[in-house]
């Protein structure tokens, strides 16, 4: 069966560093992958889409990359700040427009 | 107009009640969503709505009951339930379903507790 897998459930850095998240699948061919912000009792917000066909992706300080042969995606947040603190979850969609979500990572960055 | 809204945000209700969660989007969104969420846990997806017809139920039972009045509203009746179904509801919509790529706008949520 289809599975997701977010490196961690939780995530610590400093303020200023670089935050790496990982989303790792099996059984599954996806379209594409997406990246989205969830904060405490809120849905989620979309950050980043990446195709199949594509290799990396940026929008201001984040950076998505993703290795249909490794079966994974990496998540970057470079000069981290306190208000980027909140779960990362990533989701996999195909030509259906359906979603499946990981188990999601929750990121704290401390001043 | 890029925000999708949720009524009511909390509701409680016991095992023998009826109620409906009720959602909106003026984005002109084709695509229209309901997902479960438990603490700590990903989104699952119960239905989508695909131009005011349902389009992917995920084997949800039928104490769940979607229905999709126009474009813009998406409605979730709810019968019978369980402690196990007090969850984070979430609606989201997409510009069409069937176009690849398009990203999911979801509402805060209706936070549902079963007594």
């Known amino acids: 069966s289809q599975k997701i897998e977010q490196n961690s459930e939780a995530l610590n850095i400093q303020e200023g560093k670089t935050a790496t998240l990982t989303c790792n699948y099996t059984n599954y061919s996806p379209a594409y992958l997406q990246w989205y912000r969830q904060d405490p009792g809120r849905g989620p917000v979309f950050l980043l889409l990446i195709r199949e066909n594509e290799k990396e992706k940026r929008k201001e300080r984040l950076k998505v990359t993703f290795d249909t042969t490794l079966k994974q995606s990496l998540f970057h947040i470079t000069a981290s700040q306190p208000a980027d603190s909140a779960t990362y979850l990533c989701?996999?969609?195909?030509?259906?427009?359906?979603?499946?979500f990981g188990q999601g990572t929750e990121l704290s960055v401390k001043p | 107009d890029t925000e999708v809204t949720q009524t009511p945000k909390h509701l409680v209700m016991g095992m023998t009640n009826k109620k409906s969660l009720k959602c909106e989007q003026h984005?002109?969104?084709?695509?229209m969503y309901w997902y479960k969420q438990k603490a700590k846990k990903p989104p699952e997806l119960m239905f989508v709505?695909?131009?005011?017809?349902?389009?992917i139920n995920e084997s949800v039972p039928s104490r769940f009951s979607p229905e999709c009045p126009n474009s813009s509203l998406l409605n979730l009746h709810l019968h019978a339930l369980q402690p196990e179904d007090s969850a984070l509801y979430l609606c989201a919509s997409s510009q069409d379903r069937l176009v690849p790529y398009n990203e999911q706008f979801f509402g805060p949520g209706t936070r549902l507790t079963v007594l």
């Open positions: 989701a996999l969609g195909n030509q259906g427009g359906k979603l499946i």
């Open positions: 984005m002109g969104h084709r695509a």
């Open positions: 709505y695909s131009y005011e017809k349902l389009s």
